[in-house]
């Protein structure tokens, strides 16, 4: 991972306002869908006002990285050092990292990491702290614990992410022991997205069939247990916006800085 120093993030100076599920969602009539099929698909999360607050905090941000795989390593750089590429050396990034992709595990999309440097005690805008703490609070702790039906569900990490032409994320299945993963979960905020524009979160059988999958719609929760296998389809060259998400994984124990 590439170092750089802490930045003063400029943008995001008015408060995010108050972050709420739409109160007509029951999550105790989707838990029978969920014991079956260990995943979920939930539309109309948040309130209209909710959704259309996240969206619009997403799609002002400046201080996006480029996150992927560079021999192996995780390599972050920032979004404005590639968009001040030549269009012939920014088309060898992403085709150095698409061959790469052949191989195996791999990823390249934009994020803003949220939980870390609230674990590491660093800078971070308002606006994002208010985000974590509305994912960590008892309104979206609970709708989880409810549609799990598992007490365990006690920390939610986060991040935004941001998927543009060229982006995905292939297949894997987030187990990682350590971490305490109990569940992964995407709440999804671009408006109008089209299928056949890729982004597709998408779930892979025993004979490697996408046994079903998900469009990033506006305002839904897609939720799963972990592990499982999964990807990210590409995003098509003539996708018309981002796909724009806060992802994360829902933990066992609140890191220990925390608690």
Known sequence: MIDRPLRTFAGHPEPLGPLSLDPT??????????????????????????????????????????????????????????????????????????????????????????????????????????????????AFLGFVRTLTGDPRCAYVDAQATRYTAGHYLTEHDDEKPSAGRLYAYVLNLTPDWRTDWGGLLAFIDEDDHVAEAYRPSYNALNIFRVPQRHAVSFVAPFAAAPRLSITGWIRDAVPAGLS
């Open 25 to 138: 969602l029951d999550p105790l009539s989707l838990k029978a869908a969920f014991a079956r099929f260990g995943r979920l698909h939930v539309p109309g999360f948040l309130t209209e006002d909710a959704a259309a607050r996240l969206h619009a905090l997403l799609a002002s941000e400046r201080d996006w990285i480029c996150s992927t795989i560079g021999g192996g390593v995780v390599a972050d750089v920032p979004v404005e050092m590639i968009e001040g590429l030549s269009p012939a050396d920014r088309a060898a990034v992403f085709a150095l990292a698409h061959r790469e992709a052949e191989r195996g595990f791999h990823y390249m999309f934009d994020t803003v990491r949220i939980s870390t440097p609230i674990e590491k005690d660093q800078p971070l805008p308002d606006a994002w702290r208010q985000v974590a703490a509305f994912l960590n609070g008892p």
